[in-house]
C-alpha cells in the first residue's frame, strides 16, 4: 500500500463523513465530547480502520495528533480507483 494509495482511502473516507454530516446523518463532531475522557469537545472523526468508512470516533485535535503518533490505521488491501482511472483486471 503506498502512500498515494493511502491518501486515496483517506480521501474517500473523509468525503463519506462530511457527507454524512451534511445529510444530519450524524452530528458535527464539534458538538460531542472527545472520546478520551480528555474533557474537550471533539474537533473530528478519526478513523482507526478506513476498511470500515463509517467507524469512526469523535476526538479532539490534541488526541488525534497523539494518536497518530502511536498508532496506524489500518488500511484496505484492496487498491482504490478514482473516477477517470483505467481500471485493468
Ligand atoms: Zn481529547
Given at each position: 500500500m503506498d502512500r498515494t494509495q493511502r491518501l486515496r482511502?483517506?480521501?474517500?473516507c473523509h468525503r463519506l463523513i462530511t457527507v454524512q454530516v451534511a445529510l444530519w446523518m450524524?452530528?458535527?463532531?464539534?458538538v460531542l465530547l472527545c472520546e478520551r475522557d480528555c474533557?474537550?469537545?471533539?474537533?473530528?472523526y478519526h478513523h482507526p480502520d478506513?476498511?470500515?468508512p463509517d467507524q469512526v470516533v469523535p476526538l479532539c485535535?490534541?488526541?488525534?495528533?497523539?494518536w497518530h503518533a502511536r498508532n496506524e490505521p489500518v488500511y484496505p488491501d484492496k487498491p482504490i480507483y478514482e473516477k477517470?482511472?483505467?481500471?485493468?483486471?
Open positions: 482511502w483517506q480521501q474517500r450524524r452530528p458535527p463532531a464539534r474533557n474537550r469537545w471533539a474537533d473530528v478506513y476498511t470500515y485535535n490534541l488526541c488525534h495528533h497523539r477517470g482511472m483505467t481500471q485493468h483486471g
